[in-house]
């Protein structure tokens, strides 16, 4: 059973920066996606960053794409969150997933999928508040 610990959140104010790490325990394939979710009160869980340790391959949500950076450590199975230029609706709780199988691929390409559902393993979450 795989155990997912996420830490890193916390209050900023608009235009800051936080840092989010997620660390594995137990046993994963080595190909698999790992990443972050968010919800915010009243909405719908959506994905924000993943990467597919495949090929390195990311997604981003269109609203986090130019200012959010993923990053991992294979060797600590670690997936971390680099958030910058922080806005008042990037206030939720942030959760870690990971999968094997959360990946659709071409001839060329797999690219992490963005579902919720797809996601076998979830860590507690993290706040993330910001304030403007």
């Known amino acids: 059973q795989l155990q997912l610990v996420e830490s890193g959140g916390g209050s900023v104010q608009a235009g800051g920066s936080l840092r989010l790490s997620c660390t594995a325990s137990?046993?994963?394939?080595?190909?698999?996606?790992m990443g972050w979710f968010r919800q915010a009160p009243g909405k719908e869980r959506e994905g924000v960053a993943l990467i597919y340790t495949g090929g390195d391959t990311t997604y981003y949500h269109r609203s986090v794409k130019d200012r959010f950076r993923i990053s991992r450590d294979n060797s600590t199975k670690s997936v971390y969150l680099q958030m910058s230029t922080l806005k008042p609706e990037d206030t939720a709780m942030y959760y870690c997933?990971?999968?094997?199988?959360?990946?659709?691929?071409?001839?060329?390409?797999?690219?992490?999928?963005?579902?919720?559902?797809?996601?076998?393993?979830w860590g507690q979450g993290t706040q993330v508040t910001v304030s403007s």
């Open positions: 137990g046993y994963i394939y080595s190909t698999h996606v």
């Open positions: 997933a990971a999968d094997t199988s959360a990946v659709e691929c071409n001839d060329v390409y797999c690219l992490p999928v963005a579902i919720p559902d797809y996601y076998k393993y």
